[in-house]
């Protein structure tokens, strides 16, 4: 799901590299009332990430369920729009916190999302 222009597998691309590869510039990425409602998150929180089979593992996510669902369905090239959701995740896990046009733009190593480590929130897939 990508908040801002462009394709989301570029888009994941680039926030793979800089979160992983510049640590040190996460904090520099967000403004500062971002980083205030960052570290105001819930311990645990639930998270949405809309797109289609093939790109909905990825780094963008939002706490607004709805706003998930229409970018599924702007963004599903397949027709076959999905929603993850993830109940529970730690906010330990969320490692940036971006808004744009009143939306939340979470910014979450997909390696803590996985079925396979289910440990990080129950992850449920829908089709819409």
Known sequence: ????????TTRDQVLGDLFSH???????????????????LP???DIF??????????????LEREYA???ARAGATDNRPLLAVVSAL?????LAYLE?????????????ITIETGDHGKV???RL
């Open 43 to 45: 311990d645990l929180v």
């Open 100 to 112: 744009k046009d009143g939306f939340s733009e979470l910014i979450v190593d997909p390696l803590a």
């Open 1 to 8: 799901m990508s908040y801002f222009d462009g394709d989301i």
């Open 90 to 94: 730690p906010s330990s896990a969320v």
């Open 69 to 71: 669902e229409h970018c």
């Open 124 to 126: 449920a897939f829908e």
């Open 22 to 40: 510049h640590v040190h510039f996460r904090a520099n990425f967000m403004t500062t009332e971002e980083n205030n409602k960052l570290s105001c």
């Open 49 to 62: 990430r809309g797109g289609q089979q093939k790109n909905i593992a990825g780094w963008s996510w939002t």
